[in-house]
Each structure stands twice: as C-alpha cells, then as structure tokens.
C-alpha cells in the first residue's frame, strides 16, 4: 500500500512539474536565468573572440619525431633441465632492424619562421577595432564607429547589408536572424517598434508574432496594412532571452535606426512603446503620460516631421483595457493622414 502511494505521489509530481513548464513554454519563456547578474555585453566581446579564433587558419604543425627502433626485450636461452631430451637447436638468423630515418635539421622550422617574419619595409596592418568592454576601448567607441558608417549610406538596401556585417553590437552574435525592416519603404507612414522577438528573429521580419498580428488589426482599422505601411525596431537583432535592450546597445543601434528614418521618409512616425518613444523623441515621460502626443522629430538635413507615441502591442496583450487609448492614438494618426493628404 505504501509503495502504491509513492508512485502516485511521483507521477502527481511529475505531472505538476510538466503542466509547470508547459505554462513557461505558453507564456513565451525560452531561457533560463541564473541568480546572479550577467553583464550580457562582456559576454558578447568573448563569444565575438571565440568565433575569431574559429575562423583563423589551422597553425603549422611540427615536423615529427625520427622514428625509434622498437623495443625489444633482452631473452636470455633457458638452461634445459634435461639435455638429453632436448633437441639441438640452431641459432636464428640475426634480426634485420628498420631503417632510420634522418632527423628533421633545426634549420628547417627556424628558416619557416623566419619567412612568416613581416618585412620592415612592408605596409603595417590596421588593428582590429575594440568595443564595449573590451580592452582598450573608449566608451561610445561602437557608438561613434555606428554613426560614421550609417551616415555614408545612400539607400535602404546600403544599410541592410552594412548592419550584416556590422560587429559593434553583441546582439548580433546570438541572434539568429537580422530583423531590417518590413512593408512598403515608400509609405507616408512608419512604425518603429523596440527590438524583435522569438519569431521575428526566426523568420526575420519585425512584428511576425502575437503582438505583430495585434498590430496588423490596428492598422486595418484605420485603412492600413504591410502595403502602405513601414514597419522596423529600434534594434535589429533580438536581446537573449526576450529581454530589454540595455542602453548602451540602444546606443549603439541607434544612429542606424535613424539613418533608416531618413532614407525612408515618411510624413508620420508613429513609436511603439516607451523605448522607441523616449529613444526617438528624447522624452523622459511613461508611455501612459506620452502617448496621444505628436513630438517633432528633426531628420538629418534638418526637416522636420511628426511623431506619434503610442502603446506597443505587446504590451496591450497583457493589459486589453489599454486598448481604447491605444484606438484614440490610432484614430489621431488617420485625422493627421487624411488632413497631410488634403494638403498636398
């Protein structure tokens, strides 16, 4: 009876522990944390070191060793105990030994070492850049090399294809998928969201998931769609484990969103959350208290446009009563559509 009760206790167990992850695995979790903090950005400069040193070419190997005769033990002729029994044995022919080989000249390694040597008149190589935390770098360094770098971009495409080989932000190493942009570069309208999630970084796009199809709701609403409308984040690659953007990987990503805004062009922005709003407008205010604004948001030559905050959609999944001030945010982004298109 005893032993029936265990078994039942662990299969109840079991079971709790199975609907326990099942919940986790539901409500989108997909790492684990540990008890003590991780600085996720020192962590990147070592996982962008490992992959380096992968990469590098397979080092010489050393010439091997002469080859050594092989041990043979000494046998000593047994004393026989009877010699008339024994039989008169001939002495075998004398074992032939193995050819030796000669050994490798200490000139040769050393004069390979000295070809690999660089000439002095050679051009010196420029050191490979630094960033973060790593050592010898300035803060901002990322920050400053990002800018540079995005402002020579002259189109969309330019840009894409430079944040592909961009190695300044740590996100890039552990994401899947760079997450550029979706729909229609030349709409009056774009969305800028945070930075993506699970299945954005999956598949790539921004806004693929639960909160993407929330977003694509909203925007029918009011006439929009993918066709009519451009969707991109603040950053581009996912942060491990669905967590925030720290600032200063918003730092570093940040001259590239903005150099996208700019080639783009739109007549409204509209900021997805408290990031991209206090990220893009420079607002220290909640996104309760910032929303249902239009704050002017000055491109790189110097025009202005609008820019409407206004709640993200992941965040009106998990509080629906927020939905109608998110409904009064988007029905201000159709008067201010409708009256730039009469005035055109």
């Not at 004069?111 to 010196?124: G, I, Y």
Request: glycine share 8%; proline share 10%.
């Amino acid at each position: 009876m005893e032993t029936m009760t265990a078994n039942h206790a662990d299969t109840d167990a079991r079971g709790d522990l199975i609907s326990y992850l099942d919940f986790h695995v539901a409500a989108g979790v997909d790492a684990a944390l540990d008890e003590q903090p991780h600085d996720r950005f020192t962590e990147a400069e070592s996982v962008r070191a490992d992959a380096a040193s992968q990469a590098e070419p397979a080092t010489r190997r050393e010439p091997l060793e002469p080859r050594r005769e092989p041990f043979e033990p000494r046998r000593e002729p047994l004393e026989p105990r009877r010699e008339a029994l024994e039989p008169r044995r001939e002495p075998l022919p004398p074992r032939s030994e193995p050819p030796q080989r000669d050994a490798p000249s200490a000139e040769g390694p050393l004069l390979e070492f000295r070809r690999e040597l660089p000439s002095r008149n050679a051009p010196a190589r420029e050191p490979p850049r630094t960033y973060g935390n790593a050592a010898g770098a300035k803060p901002g360094e990322a920050a400053d090399d990002a800018r540079a770098r995005a402002a020579q971009m002259k189109t969309l495409d330019e840009l894409e294809e430079l944040l592909r080989g961009f190695e300044g932000c740590g996100l890039r190493f552990t994401a899947k998928n760079l997450v550029f942009a979706d729909g229609n570069p030349q709409a009056r309208v774009m969305f800028v969201g945070e930075a993506p999630g699970a299945d954005e970084d999956r598949i790539g796009k921004p806004f693929m998931g639960r909160s993407g199809q929330l977003l694509d709701r909203m925007m029918a609403a009011i006439g929009l769609d993918r066709t009519s409308a451009y969707i991109s984040n603040v950053v581009p690659w996912r942060p491990p484990g669905n967590r925030n953007p720290t600032p200063q990987e918003i730092s570093i990503c940040r001259p590239f969103v903005e150099r996208q805004i700019e080639l783009a062009d739109p007549d409204i922005l509209v900021c997805l959350g408290a990031p991209a709003t206090q990220t893009l407008t420079g607002t220290k205010d909640g996104i309760l208290k910032a929303r249902g604004r239009f704050y002017p948001y000055r491109l790189g030559d110097g025009r202005e446009i609008r820019a409407l905050a206004t709640l993200h959609p992941a965040y009106l999944l998990r509080q629906p009563v927020q939905k109608r001030l998110a409904w009064r945010d988007f029905r201000m982004l159709k008067s201010a559509l409708d009256g730039s298109a009469a005035g055109k």
